[in-house]
């Protein structure tokens, strides 16, 4: 007999947890304009801000281990998403730069908890319904940033003032995420006993596995982040497309990606880590190549949606990797992972926009060819390093 889905309700809760994740970040990213001009800063200043929120990222994720540990991924969930969703109406109403500076050191710290807070659910979920679902987790993430951008720019473009839409999404979102919270998994199944010293240190072969996957995430999010930040500027720069064309790059990768999260799931189920992920890495590298040898801008966006395709799964799969790291809590393996991959999210567009300074635009962007290719390389190494390479989860009978 098949097992049922261990509980439907948790399942849904997580999926609204990760949309709600992505429509709050996507409407940050709507009106990063709008908080240059508020506080009149320049692009330095602009930049100090961003850097503020990664060191708060970073201060999170070296926490999210120990207190999800302590207090369940539900309870995290509430509090770190429910004050990180309020938080966005504050981005203009703060008294000075140094006010914002700070604002967005906790913003950092709690969308930071939360992410770790909601993949963790979405591991426990995995390996309590007996099926992948990781995958379309991070798709619902996807569906919401397109949601936000989309919802964003429409508000914008009919003339609701900055402050009011922010708001309105800080109400919108707190009250999602805090009732979706009322039906994530209890506490007891996504906590664990932690000694009053913190948690224990790990073996040496633990950590080496912690690193292997967190390096693989970086390297997976430096590329995931060049297309975001510099996919519109190549095409316009590079190939000379009207802006309105050059538009259309993040879209569609932005649209593949999260396509293809929403089928991963089903991938996941019938192949093993290692190969999904080298086949992933390897169509990455061949669009990227294929975006930076073509002279059509058509040809590019099809090439940037192929990059979307091959990037979706990457970062599901090695967290659902860092789940499942032989003696690690799920939340420890998933917080050490995920500070490497905020630091490969944050370093990424730093260094593209270095080499393209030194030599061009599409050398530097030469740099996610590579990290693919190294991806699909180390990709029997990642298997290893979660325990063997084991597939996803399916459904058993009995």
Partial sequence: MTHAPFHPAARWAARTQFFCSGFIFATWGVHIPTVKAHYAIDEAGLGLAMLAAGFGALFG???????????????????????????IALLTHMPSYAG????????????????????????????????????GMHGM??????????????????????????????????????????????????????????????????????????????????????????????????????????????ASFSAAMAAARFGGDALRARLAPAPLLRASALLAAASMTLVLLTPSPWVALAGFAGVGIGFANVVPVLFAAAAQVPGVEPARGIAAVSAAAYLGFMAGPPVIGFLARASSLTAALAVVVLFAMALAVAAPRAARAAGGGARAPVPSAD
């Fill in 141 to 250: 993430f996807s569906l919401g940033g397109m949601a936000g951008a989309v919802s964003g720019g429409a508000a914008l473009a009919a003339g609701l003032a900055p402050a009011w839409h922010l708001a309105l999404v800080a109400g919108v979102m707190a009250v999602a995420v805090v009732a979706a919270a009322r039906w994530m998994l209890p506490a007891a199944l996504t906590a664990s006993e932690t000694p009053a010293g913190g948690a224990p240190r790990l073996s040496g072969s633990r950590r080496t596995a912690l690193l292997v996957l967190g390096v693989l995430a970086a390297l997976g999010l430096v590329a995931e982040g060049a297309m975001y930040d510099w996919s519109v500027l190549y095409l316009q720069q590079e190939l000379g497309s009207p802006q309105q064309q050059a538009a259309l790059a993040y």
């Fill in 61 to 87: 994720i070296s926490r999210a281990g120990r207190w999800i540990g302590r207090f369940g991924a539900a309870r995290m969930a509430l509090v770190t998403g429910g004050v990180y969703a309020l938080m």
């Fill in 100 to 135: 914002l500076l700070a604002l967005l050191v906790a913003f950092g710290l709690t969308t930071s908890v939360f992410d770790v807070a909601i993949n963790t659910e979405a591991s426990q979920l995995e390996r309590l319904d007996g099926r992948p679902l990781m995958s």
